[in-house]
């Protein structure tokens, strides 16, 4: 037996962004952990990764190219050639331009587990030369991403070590113990030198041990917390008017939106008391440093958008930048300061289709001309997308050719008419940044690819000639790629970096006086005058309006559906083999007759999802909590989370309100209460 270890490193949807050791064993991967070359992770990774070697080498791996033979959703196929599925595919949207335009092909894509190389390359230049839809790409980060462009340009925030500076470490929204673990042992030792760490979250997410205090916030009302200490700080005289003088503009905006929120105002909306309130007020104003880590879980409703920008404010307001472990974190993307057009080139004038609404496109209900062809990579909708009983129908239109490109037959691929089989980040070289972590990574392909998976780069260039399109997509090859991947990070790498180093060391830091960012002393606002912009007119006239919540009172629950420790957003669901659990106070469970572990069914006017009941005192009354990102195989229903979740968008950049879904909870009759089996659904390739 030949057995090697390889140097690589962890691109998936998560700001760590691991250096890996890889164990090869006769050309398979049998283990992964955690490498020093990275400092920052140090060595130890997640248990998820940990398990990519059944990804790799499962029953759901697509390891050929399939074309459907059955009815859409039955996921029966047979194999063909690459050849002939590239033919097959170009033919059929050529035909599709050919007779209702470009726009009627949608390219319907997200991170992945893809970096630099493999995203945003190719696969734009080919989608921009057939003219076809572009996707805009809000089911995550849209509301946080529009407001920190429009308030600070996408600062860098405090980089994790320096969080054991901090005095005072407030978690709001976020739950580091399940998606940026290597933020956690900094925790832990700010914690020993005496800091506070106060988590707002519907959930206790952390352990006990870890934070001082936790504020269960009702979701949807972050804004109206946030607005209530900026309102604290003018009254209690802890406003840093010379800091707002120096460094920001339009700070009275938010100072007027504050004023109406008085503590005992804001508690009744909150869910929190006064007094709790209160003492996070002063204990912010006190602490120094201070430093808030904010999570993608305040942004996912109605009012995410505003939200964000009053907890932005916080430390203007405060005068908490200017020292390490100050300021605010949120995703640190906007240090690398990439030029997407670099990689892709520029995106056509076509229509902007909002990816929240897929299902309601695809049905024809907004947004002609009517989805012809679409063409779904690195992404699996069905279970990551508000209204999954919109999509499913919309996926499910016979006239509708659907293409998915992807390594594992996803619950999206299942309604495909071909199936293309996708490379995983250890079977193709990569490149990519962070959006934790301040460094550029490179590793080449680890092993070779299963069966006949193929990289992105690699099929929209035959997509391409295919279907011919000519021009710089097939100039290059892959070396043309790499080049314009490193080529769009724009900000300064420590030492310079040419690919040559990059090839050689694997990682390079951006280049920071000190090693790491300072905010307001060595990064400031990417905003013309370097000013953190409190009132910027392109958020809107709504900017901190808290949009009050509509009632329905059959649905009294609120639910969210938070990242687990299982599956990053949907990938690695297909490991998952025991039945998805609704997350419920033992109140709201007394008052329904439920017992923990029964059966449940959740339900709204949308739709229904069944699983099964676990009791916790860990999540606020009023409050259920279904998986993120878990596959429809996981609950005995066939349906998921999203299947309950309304399209309804953010006000502000248009981001999915997941966590505006209300829902009622009842236990299921005795003889209906069967756990849902881990038997594999039918769909193999014949
Ligand atoms: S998912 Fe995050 S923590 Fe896990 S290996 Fe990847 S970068 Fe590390």
């Not at 405060?318 to 640190?332: E, I, V």
């Not at 080139?345 to 909002?354: H, I, K, S």
């Not at 989805?371 to 006239?399: H, K």
Request: proline share 8%.
């Amino acid at each position: 037996m030949v057995v090697s270890e390889h140097a690589s490193f962890c691109p998936l949807d998560c700001p760590d962004r691991c250096s890996l050791s890889v164990t090869v064993e006769d050309g398979r991967v049998t283990a992964i952990d955690g490498s020093l070359a990275n400092p920052l992770t140090a060595g130890f990774i997640c248990s998820k990764v940990r398990r990519f070697p059944e990804r790799l080498y499962g029953p759901d791996r697509v390891q050929h190219p399939m074309v459907r033979r059955g009815p859409k959703g039955e996921a029966r196929f047979t194999s063909l050639s690459w050849p002939e599925a590239l033919d097959l595919v170009a033919r059929r949207l050529l035909e599709v331009r050919q007779r209702w335009g470009g726009e009627a092909i949608l390219p319907y894509h997200y991170g992945g587990s893809n970096g630099l190389v493999t995203d945003g390359t190719l696969d734009a230049r080919f989608f921009a030369g057939l003219g076809a839809s572009r996707l805009d790409r809000a089911v995550c980060a849209a509301p946080t991403g529009a407001v920190a462009k429009a308030m600070t340009g996408k600062m860098p925030g405090v980089a994790f070590p320096d969080y054991e500076s901090a005095r005072l470490i407030v978690l709001w929204g976020a739950n580091p113990w399940h998606s940026n673990i290597h933020l956690v042992p900094h925790l832990k030792r700010a914690r020993q030198a005496g800091a506070r760490v106060v988590l707002v979250d519907p959930r206790a997410t952390a352990p006990g041990a870890y934070v001082d205090e936790w504020l269960p916030v009702r979701p949807g009302t972050d804004v109206v917390l946030a607005l209530a200490l900026a309102r604290w700080l003018v009254h209690g005289g802890r406003l840093d008017r010379d800091f707002l003088v120096a460094h920001t503009t339009g700070h009275e905006r938010v100072l007027e939106a504050a004023e109406a929120w008085t503590l005992e105002r804001a508690a009744a909306v909150t869910g929190l008391g006064p007094g709790d309130i209160e003492r996070l007020a002063e204990s912010y104003a006190e602490a120094d440093p201070a430093v808030i880590r904010i999570g993608w879980g305040l942004e996912r409703n109605r009012n995410g958008g505003s939200a964000v920008a009053a907890i932005l404010a916080l430390p203007a307001l405060a005068g908490k930048f200017g020292r390490p472990g100050g300021g605010f974190t949120m995703s640190n993307s906007g240090a690398f300061r990439v030029d997407d057009e670099a990689r892709g080139g520029p995106p056509p004038a076509t229509r902007l289709v909002n990816m929240n609404r897929l299902g309601r496109v695809l049905l024809g209900e907004i947004a002609p001309p009517p989805v012809m062809a679409l063409f779904v990579y690195d992404c699996n909708p069905v279970v990551t997308v508000p209204d999954q009983g919109r999509i499913v129908r919309g996926l499910e239109r016979e006239e509708l050719f659907t293409v998915v490109f992807d390594a594992v037959l996803t619950d999206t691929a299942r309604y495909a008419d071909v199936v293309l089989p996708a490379t995983t980040f250890l079977e193709h070289e990569e490149l990519s940044h962070s959006y934790g972590a301040y460094s550029v990574h490179y590793s080449p392909a680890v092993v070779a690819p299963v069966g006949s998976a193929r990289p992105n780069p690699a099929v929209f260039r035959d997509l391409a000639r295919a279907a011919g399109i000519d021009g710089d997509i097939l100039a290059g090859g892959d070396g043309a790629v790499r080049a314009r991947a490193l080529a769009s990070v724009r900000a300064p790498l420590a030492g310079g970096a040419d690919l040559d180093r990059l090839e050689r060391e694997r990682i390079v830091p951006l280049d920071f006086p000190g090693g790491a960012p300072v905010q307001f002393v060595s990064a400031f606002p990417f905003t013309p005058d370097q000013r953190m912009r409190l009132d910027p007119p392109e958020l809107g006239p709504n900017l901190y309006a808290y949009r009050e919540e509509v009632v329905d009172r059959r649905f009294p629950l609120a639910l969210i559906s938070p990242a687990t420790d299982r599956t990053v957003n949907s990938m690695l669901g297909e490991l998952k083999k025991d039945e998805a659990e609704l997350l419920l106070h033992p109140d709201d469970a007394r008052s329904r007759g439920i017992q923990a572990g029964a059966g449940v069914r959740v339900f709204n006017a949308l739709g229904e999802v069944r699983c099964r009941a676990r009791l916790s005192e860990r999540i606020r009354p009023g409050v259920a909590s279904l998986p993120k990102g878990a596959w429809r195989r996981s609950f005995r229903s066939g349906t998921s989370a999203t299947a309950l979740v309304a399209d309804d968008l953010s006000e502000i950049g248009g981001g999915a309100c997941f966590n505006d879904t209300r829902v009622q909870v009842e236990a299921l009759p005795a003889e209906t209460d069967r756990p849902a089996g881990t038997d594999r659904p039918a769909g193999r390739a014949s």
